[in-house]
């Protein structure tokens, strides 16, 4: 009786995982990622506990002492062990230390592209307990000057190759007592110093870890810019508790501790340095470190270096799917590609091109509060619900008029979630575990994040700007984003910006800039509609020369769209949506259209221009 009794159970036990993964084919790997999420979180706590706290920095160093000879970062062709990137970045620090007087605290501003020093000047200041901000090395003029007014920088450290973009705000710096460093050699500019011969001269004794005693898991460890609706950059803020959460991505991804990583997106965003440089750190593993993406050179360094984990936004998958087809495609050691933005078709194509490669499609904003990620390698899919994950960070979409631009309210005035397979706003609760930082002074910007009485009278919830939807599996799929600003080449433009940019060119009375979707593309790409001034005629020349020197090249509108009036809403806003969805076909339109040619300024949009862009053979 009793064996019987066992034989049952033990046929039970057995069988249980089976039906759970008949019912639900992501059973395990939702197991497993469930046990992930859980070491996190432990790790997490004890973090959230630990005195003194341990920042990423001493995370490095405990590297440095354990693994000295290890290879730390890989760069053109150069190579630096853990060790030696500690002596580089102590003697940084020393020569910051006695040029800038910077103590614990204090903020100090970083322009320099990816390279070496960008790691060494970065690690330098963690060590004094400073914290950086991160400038966007394509921004210039007066959007580089804001950067410093909203983080209070005192000091900034450009790389020699960004001079000629220091020396058009040095005036205005100098000014404001902000002082100038410079990297790198033969960079003599009247009113900056060069730093390269007080590094070159400094010591390498470490430093003492008293130095930055009083940092805490909230004190902030970076500033990263992320575009502002309002016309300029906000500088987000990410303390030492949010700077830990984004770098364990990559144990959440599955990176081991034998894993090469490969960054070439830009140090300034999160996805390169929080998820790429810190996660690195966190696992202790060998940095690829390039300058700039390119796709012929791609899978040649992925070869030559032994690169074994990518990461990527879409547009670059797309790029490599673009490229000529070689023999050796699929001879490389990549096993693992974390990124976002990588649409389903594309998605198939890279994976059938250059093999059996796991895609980790995470999805969130560098200050959002919330994130859902892919760990399933369902095509499509930017993310999966998770009871784990469901617990810890209350998500939700939410019903969204697009044409009113805001989310829809029932008639107690409160917000409805969507059914399966709906779009809708993603929202996520901002509360003790799941806290928005905002934007460094910049109250307007942080309070419009927040979406308040949505299910219930005094919730707040952060409003990403995205719309998703969901599947019966539980999957999540990007759909669009909404409101002021667009996505283009993996950068988010403010379309204020781009206007306030418009309206300093002589003919333009009023500007409405929105993204517009172009075939075989990612994200939209800028177009403006136009008014003119009266009695003038559209200026290409005047045009071009001022976005040419004042807008980065992902921010510059494509198209142009010339209109006797602006449509605006009842309040006076401008109506985009269906501007945006009438586009730019010269054959349905028939206001005057120009197109942005490469180096050549605004010509007039001619049918055959429109077949050539939609057609693919005139790549944006
Ligand atoms: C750096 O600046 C010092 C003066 O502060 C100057 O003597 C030296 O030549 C400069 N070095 C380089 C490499 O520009
Ligand atoms: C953490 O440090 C910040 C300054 O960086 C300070 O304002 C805050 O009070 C500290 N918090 C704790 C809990 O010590
Ligand atoms: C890459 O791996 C191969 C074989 O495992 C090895 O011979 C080579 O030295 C490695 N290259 C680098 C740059 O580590």
Known sequence: MFAYFLFTLLTCVAIWPLLLYARNPYFLADLSHAITLLRVG?????????????SIVDAFLDR???????????????????????????????????????????????LVANEPQ??????????LGCTASLLNTNIRAKSLLHCF???????LVAGADLRGAVEEVLPTLSQQGVRVFILGEGSD???AENLSDKIRQASDQPLSRQLRAGINATSPALYIYTSGTTGLPKAAVINHERLWMTAFLQTIAGVRSDDVIYIYLPLYHSAGFLMGLCGAIDKGITVVLRRKFSASQFWNDCRKYNVTVIQYIGEIMRYLCNTPKRDNDREHKVRLAIGNGLRADTWADFLQRFGDISVIECYGATEGNAGVINYCGKIGAVGKDNFLHRMSCRYKLIRYDTEKEEPVRDSRGFCTEVP???????????????????????????????????FEK??????????????????????DRIGDTFRWKGENVATSEVADNLLVVDCIEEANVYGVKVPGHEGRTGMAALKLKENMDFDAKATYQHVKNYLPSYARPRFIRIQDALAVTGTFKQLKGKLAEE??????ITDALFFLEDNEGYVPMTPEIYTSITEGRNRL
């Open 420 to 454: 399966q397979g709906e779009t809708g706003l993603f929202v996520a609760k901002i509360g003790e575990r799941t806290p928005f930082y905002g934007y460094a002074k910049n109250r307007q910007q942080t309070e419009k994040k927040k979406l308040r009485d949505v």
């Open 42 to 54: 432990v790790r997490t706590a004890r973090l959230r506990r630990r005195r003194p706290f341990r």
């Open 64 to 110: 440095v002492a354990t693994q000295p000879q290890k290879t730390f970062l890989v760069f053109e062709e150069s190579s630096f062990t853990y060790s030696q990137a500690d002596s580089e970045s102590t003697k940084v620090a020393r020569a910051l230390q006695q040029r800038a007087r910077l103590k614990e605290g204090d903020t100090v501003a970083l």
């Open 583 to 588: 586009g730019f076909n010269p054959a349905v």
């Open 149 to 155: 007014s909203c983080c209070g920088a005192e000091v």
């Open 189 to 191: 500019l009247e009113g």
């Open 458 to 479: 005094g919730d707040v919830y952060f409003n990403s700007g995205d719309l998703l939807k969901s599947d019966n599996e539980g999957f999540l799929f990007f759909q």
């Open 118 to 127: 960008f790691v060494w000047t970065w690690l330098a200041l963690a060590k």
